[in-house]
Structures are given as C-alpha cells and as structure tokens.
C-alpha cells in the first residue's frame, strides 16, 4: 500500500493507505478491499465497516436536517415494509474509497462503486443486518460523484442524509440484500424465518 497515491484531492486515502490501513483491517476495525488490474497493479482499494445512519430527530435540529431524515424514514419505510420505530439503521460505510491518480477521469469509479463496492455491501449487509451504503464525502466530491448522474450514471442514487462541510450521503438497498439473504439462507438448507 506504499505505492497507493490518489492524486489532488484524495491526500487523506493516500495518506490512510500508506500509514494505517492495514493496521485497521487487522484489528477488525474496518476490511480493506483492494484492487488489482491484470497485470497486478494497484487501481483502487476501498474499505467496508458496520455503520448506522442516525433517524432521531432533535428539537435543536435544522428544520432542513429535520426534512432529510423524515424523508428518508418514509423511504425507508416503504422499502423495507414495515414501520420503522428505530432511532437509528443499520448500514454499511464506505469508509475510504481511492482510485489511483492515473486512473482518475476515465470512469473507473462509477464502474468500482457500481460492480464491485456496492454488491460487497450488499453481501455484508444480507450477513449482518443493513439497509444501505452509507459515506461521508467532501462537499465538492458528493456533488461531482456521487450526486452527479450525468456525469457518471454508474454512482448515481445516493440521497443526502446531512450536510456540512462534507455530506453524509445514503444508498439504500433493502430489496438487494434481503434477495442475498434469502439465497443465503435457502443455500445453508434452512427455511426463511417468518
């Protein structure tokens, strides 16, 4: 991971690669998932970890934080089925996600996020219990990336859960991982739960 480097604007994933990550993916604090091209050069790592997305609506809180979260609790709401009493949800975080410099700018990313992140989320989530990808990106990033459909359609769905000088960004895929779970659970030879 000496050799990652994400080029402007992605010192913080260069500087965690180089000097933490695979501390952190030791002590089970997080997975780090990396990506290798054919020739086994590094194009990208990410990394994977239990997250939850907070539904608890203060009385100090913003009137537009306030609309976020209903918002996404109708979504929610009507995604899953059923009422959802719970203060908070959980998820999966993507907690770092770099693409090394060259490969910048060719569309890499959405093709990463669309075919490799998020069925991995997917598959962790049907394990363990979650309802989406949660991130926290740079306010500039979130509106070129991930809240930028035409510019890369493959990173598109993410909805602002808060924002501030970097965006709480969700993706939800409920119907996903319960499709994973009942396989997964049809594959081990036991009967859905009901």
Not at 78 to 93: A, N, W
């Amino acid at each position: 991971m000496r050799g990652v480097d994400c080029g402007e604007g992605g010192e913080e994933q260069t500087k965690f690669a180089r000097r933490e990550a695979w501390d952190v993916h030791r002590r089970c604090l997080s997975t780090v998932f990396v990506v290798l091209g054919e020739e086994g050069q590094l194009i990208s790592y990410f990394t994977l970890s239990p997250f939850i997305v907070s539904l608890k609506i203060r009385k100090d809180m913003e009137e537009s934080k306030k609309e976020l979260i209903e918002d996404l609790r109708k979504k929610l709401v009507k995604l899953v089925g059923m009422d959802i009493k719970y203060s908070s949800v959980p998820t999966i975080l993507l907690g770092q996600f770099c693409l090394q410099k060259e490969y910048r700018g060719k569309r890499i990313g959405g093709e990463l996020l669309a075919k490799v992140i998020k069925p991995y989320a997917v598959l962790y989530a049907a394990q363990i219990g979650g309802v989406g990808l949660s991130l926290h990106a740079d306010k500039k990033v979130a509106k070129r990336f991930y809240l930028n459909p035409e510019r890369d359609p493959l990173a598109s769905g993410f909805q602002v859960v808060s924002k501030g000088g970097t965006y709480e960004l969700f993706y939800p895929f409920v119907n996903e991982a319960m499709e994973v779970r009942r396989a997964l659970i049809k594959h081990l030879g036991g009967k859905e739960l009901r």
